[in-house]
């Protein structure tokens, strides 16, 4: 849209089309496109780095949306987290509170809820993948014999 920092191209893995409608949740890697409605949660899989969630001006999601990276042109009625970055096109429609750390909103999109700058999230997710199990500290032989 306006910035250099354009959402990561990912290959569309999942298609709802429209006129298909979904209730329950979704948990996807990879690209998701929706032109259909979704009556659940939407979030990504744990592992699942670089994932996008398209949502076209006819998709419609009904459940909170919590997804690394997320553009958005349709509706989602329930709460929106991006932890990377989100991008509102002309047509979004949001209702709901939207958590992001970085935000591209274009002219017309619409937020009926609040608006929360989290740039932690990010980092606490940084911060876990740099743990490792060899971070653990154990009690050395003689302090527990004592």
């Known amino acids: 849209m306006f910035g250099n920092k354009k959402i990561k191209s990912s290959k569309i893995d999942t298609l709802v089309g429209q006129g298909v409608e979904v209730t329950g949740d979704i948990k996807f890697q990879g690209g998701l496109h929706l032109d259909g409605k979704i009556k659940g949660n939407v979030t990504t899989a744990d592992s699942a780095e670089g ?3 398209v949502i076209s001006d006819r998709g419609c999601v ?12 349709g509706e989602v009625i329930g709460n929106v987290f991006a932890s990377e970055k989100l991008e509102l096109s002309t ?7 939207v958590e992001y750390n970085l935000l591209e909103m274009a002219s017309g999109a619409e937020i009926n ?17 740099e743990e490792s199990p060899a971070n653990v500290h154990h009690l050395d032989d003689t302090a527990v014999q004592s």
């Open 62 to 73: 009904e459940g909170d949306v919590h997804v690394a990276y997320a553009v958005i042109n």
């Open 51 to 53: 994932s996008v969630l």
């Open 91 to 97: 047509k979004a429609r949001i209702s709901g509170n």
């Open 113 to 129: 809820g609040q608006m929360l700058h989290n740039e932690n999230e990010k980092k606490r997710l940084e911060h876990k993948k």
